[in-house]
């Protein structure tokens, strides 16, 4: 059983299948961030990497004077980008835009919050992980043909 995407429809399986299909991409994708974490700490270790003093030192311009952006920019900005809702976003996206006006303020001012102190929100770095198959001609039932993409909310994607 196929769908356009070519991947089996979770609606189609039983529970206990749908619940094994998502325990299985769940334990690979972990897995595979494990194994990119490990490498990654090997390479650290290894004396033939690149460390911090081995890099050479920057010698464009700095970032000296950060101007905090305003709430034309900030309005410009929102009013620009696609309405697309994600089920993070605590009220629908065509709705904010709608009343922006309204939290235009709070916006802009966590926005350059954040952006002056290099500190995002929390709830800005939370995604929502939907395995897609990299090519329609793959294999839905081997995990490895499959690609994890973001999904993340409307605001953090803005910032």
Known sequence: MKCVANCYP???LKAYQRKNYLIGFFRYFSDKISTLRQELDHDAEDPGTETAESVPKF???TFRNFKEITEQEVKNILRASPSKTCSLDPIPTKLLKTCLESILPEITNIFNQSLSTGVVPDSFKKAIVI???KKPDLDPEDLQN???VSNLSFMSKVL
């Open 10 to 12: 979770l609606c189609y």
């Open 59 to 61: 010698s464009g311009d």
């Open 131 to 133: 395995p897609l198959i």
């Open 146 to 148: 499959y690609r994890p």
